[in-house]
């Protein structure tokens, strides 16, 4: 047998007796084994042998089942004896086996003419007699795409962790399919809260490009609707998104219901991609369904655009007395508390949780108010804060029906309905309600641009989504003030382990008593998010007020820096020389490589 060797790093090559599809040829004590490094390998031993081989060479491995020797061959030369096979295995089937490292291999046995014929009475493989050959009850583990079209079969996966991502990314395929002629492509949306019969219809009539969310994609998937068998291209959006909602078992579902190997002999192209690539779980996830993968970072590790003011706001139940002066006139929180004795003079965890609580209402207010913002994202932690934050709005006078008003708002999380969520999404972004009211998940890598201020009531759990969301604010040059209401008490929070994910649920018992609660602590949180950027968050008063020093006191947040492109122009007028330098360097260092090159007598040239 011959394996032209295809493409460049490292492979091994040799025989196996039928073994489990793991094993490896140089580390089993019944494998015969030839590497690329010039050394045979049988049972974990590595031995000098024949020559190096590497791209474009042919390597041919002979078994001589009389003698009981194997030996192999480079470009039609022998190498000579390489092993002899001992008497307890001889009366055993050895099989064709490679392992390869970033390497493709393409295998000859027989039918096809051999570059090197092989000689001394050797036959190829293909053509041994049937007494001489049996067939492997094991077969690897790279299905192989088929060939036969199938309408409901798309070419392209792409999954999002949300409908509006979803239908965001939709788009953008539209507007590039405009592009590509031939052939024409076909997309499809999958999402929840569509009649599945009109995504059915569509697939029927062929689809190239699908593009979902995990609950209908894993519906359809499974009834059979939705055929991965030609998937050449799977995407994965906002990775570490889809791994925060916990649908790990889903990517490796559908991972391993796509053939690895495509129709034409290509490896599937697995792309994963996320503002936060540098995060443990989703390097985990590369690791495990994608092959030697190739990091693609655009912007580096978690930094803040100089566009963006970030300060926080500590939130001090104990200085700040607010909470006991309001009474009932207060901000409606989670019933984290239904059951404990929180009056002002209980001085118990419980007491400063709920303070946090009702003072975090307040100081959201007492912020739009201080900065006169006309458009903000507020984030909070759960559906219920945004759906009382939106409610305490509405008791100002606003809400989603209020255009123009001061505290006219908008909720988006996973429990609207999904008519509502694209609307409001619209309404935001037209200007007609100043104020998007949402989760982490439901904001995720959605397109709105040029916002010029951003609260997060709470600390998100995780320090990267901190970075997505401030990011929200100060794009294209545009400045933006990002405050964080930072409770500098530990806050009692809804922690939903139970199945229905918080619907119904009232266990305000801590987490590891079996409830669905835990201490917050955004201290810590504050802290960790310091470390992960490298800088100190600077920290304001609870009026709110926001120094401009570093603007000089004239910057409008919204607007572009003023001195923007001055600055741009200026920086490059400073940097040119040496740019200039650079460059002469450069083309000075080339040309003596290529004098290096042609002159092999000239070692040193002065530069």
Request: proline share 5%; charged share 25%; aromatic share 8%.
């Amino acid at each position: 047998m011959k394996y032209p060797v295809m493409t460049k790093d490292c492979a091994e090559l040799g025989g196996l007796p039928c073994r489990p599809p793991w094993t490896l040829v140089s580390t089993d004590k019944f494998g015969f084994g030839f590497g690329g490094t010039g050394k045979k390998s049988h049972n974990k031993q590595f031995d000098n042998y024949g020559e190096e081989f590497t791209m474009h060479d042919t390597i041919g491995c002979y078994l001589d089942i009389d003698k009981g020797h194997v030996k192999f061959s480079k470009n039609g030369k022998d190498l000579g004896l390489a092993f002899e096979i001992p008497p307890h295995i001889k009366n055993q089937a050895l099989f064709p086996a490679c392992v390869l490292k970033n390497a493709e291999l393409k295998f000859n046995f027989g039918e096809e003419e051999f570059k090197f014929p092989p000689k001394d009475g050797f036959v190829a493989l293909s053509k041994a007699p049937d007494s001489y050959t049996v067939k492997s009850q094991h077969t690897g583990n790279a299905q192989v795409a088929q060939t036969k079209f199938l309408p409901n079969a798309p070419k392209a996966l792409i999954v999002e962790p949300s409908r509006e991502l979803a239908e965001q990314t939709l788009n953008n395929v539209k507007q590039f399919k405009k592009y590509i002629d031939n052939p024409k492509l076909r997309e499809l949306l999958i999402i929840g809260g569509v009649a599945a019969r009109d995504q059915l219809s569509v697939l029927e009539n062929g689809v190239d490009i699908v593009v979902g969310t995990p609950g209908r994609l894993d519906d359809l998937v499974s009834t059979g609707k939705l055929n991965l068998s030609q998937v050449r291209f799977l995407v994965l959006d906002e990775a570490d998104g889809l791994l925060s909602q916990g649908y790990s078992d889903f990517i490796n579902r559908m991972h391993s219901q796509i053939p690895q190997i495509t129709s034409d002999g290509k490896r599937l192209q697995v792309i994963v991609c996320s503002a936060t690539l540098h995060s443990f779980d989703v390097k985990k996830l590369s690791e495990k369904i994608m092959h030697f993968p190739t990091w693609v970072d655009l912007k580096g590790e978690d930094s803040v655009p100089d566009t963006v003011h970030h300060v926080v706001v500590p939130v001090n139940p104990k200085t700040d007395r607010l909470w006991e002066r309001l009474g009932k006139n207060h901000i409606r929180t989670d019933d984290v508390h239904a059951k404990d004795n929180t009056r002002p003079g209980a001085n118990s965890p419980e007491m400063w949780s709920e303070a946090i609580k009702i003072l975090k209402g307040e100081y959201a207010v007492r912020a739009i108010k201080e900065h006169k913002m006309d458009q903000a994202i507020i984030f909070c932690r759960t559906k219920i804060d945004c759906d009382n934050l939106e409610q305490y709005f509405m008791q100002q006078g606003g809400g989603p029906d209020k255009k123009g008003h001061q505290f006219s708002c908008v909720c988006l999380h996973g429990d609207r309905k999904p008519h509502e969520r694209k609307q409001n999404l619209e309404r935001f972004k037209k200007g007609d309600v100043r104020f998007l009211i949402c989760t982490d998940v439901a904001a995720r890598g959605i397109d709105i641009h040029g916002v010029p201020y951003v609260i997060n009531v709470t600390l998100p759990d995780e320090k990267q989504n901190y970075v997505h969301r401030i990011g929200r604010v100060g794009r294209a040059e545009r400045m933006g003030l990002a405050i964080s209401l930072v409770a500098t008490e530990k806050e009692k929070v809804w922690y939903h382990v139970c199945s229905s994910r918080g619907k119904g649920c009232y266990n305000t018992r801590l987490k590891e008593d079996g409830g669905c609660t835990i201490w917050y602590n955004e201290m810590q949180l504050l802290s960790e998010i310091e470390e992960h950027l490298n800088c100190t968050i600077s920290q304001v008063e609870p009026d709110i007020k926001v120094p401009l020093d570093e603007f000089d006191g004239k910057v409008t947040y919204g607007q572009k820096r003023a001195a923007g492109g001055g600055n741009y122009k200026g920086h490059v007028d400073v940097l040119a020389p040496t740019v200039q330098e650079l460059a002469a360097l450069e083309k000075e260092a080339q040309t003596s490589f290529l004098h290096l090159g042609y002159l092999p007598n000239q070692l040193f040239r002065t530069f």
